[in-house]
């Protein structure tokens, strides 16, 4: 299952067929160029960054405009709850905050394709009910694709 999204995200070569995004074959494109946002299990956070500077760190490295990347990110935050979060550093953030981060990270780089992969085997049962929810929700609000990989099939079926 991982390896499907890694080829959906141009991280590993297809051997047979063809990838398409919004009608347009991206099966030899960059993965830079899918217009794809990608989150993990590990959440792949920055630990010397705040929350505002992971968040941003892509569209500063992409060339953003100042003005935009605080439009973005200000978004992001507000969808996401984490608006009170934007100063702190990953080491003072729950798990469940932490991977809203990085669902935010995504987030803000304006994607097509949202690609989950096993997002919530990290934490705990409680935490995994909730964040189920709200990624349910976050789906309804954006109308993009999601493609969500898990082993739990409780999660699935959500």
Wanted: net charge positive; charged share 25%; with cysteine.
């Amino acid at each position: 299952k991982s390896t499907l999204l890694n080829c959906i995200a141009g991280l590993l070569d297809v051997s047979e067929g063809r990838i398409f995004i919004k009608g347009k074959n991206v099966t030899w494109e960059e993965p830079k160029d899918r217009g794809i946002g990608m989150v993990f299990q590990s959440y792949a956070l920055y630990p010397q960054m705040t929350v505002e500077k992971n968040l941003s760190f892509g569209l500063r490295v992409a060339g953003t405009p100042r003005e935009e990347i605080a439009k973005r990110i200000a978004r992001a935050a507000e969808i996401l709850q984490i608006e009170p979060l934007l100063q702190r550093k990953p080491a003072a953030l729950s798990g469940g905050q932490r991977q809203r981060v990085a669902i935010g990270r995504a987030l803000v780089r304006d994607v097509d394709v949202f690609l989950f992969d096993e997002p919530l085997s990290n934490l705990d049962a409680k935490l995994r009910a909730e964040l189920r929810v709200e990624i349910k929700l976050l789906h309804r609000k954006l109308q993009n694709t999601m493609i969500y990989v898990t082993h739990d099939q409780i999660e699935a079926m959500t």
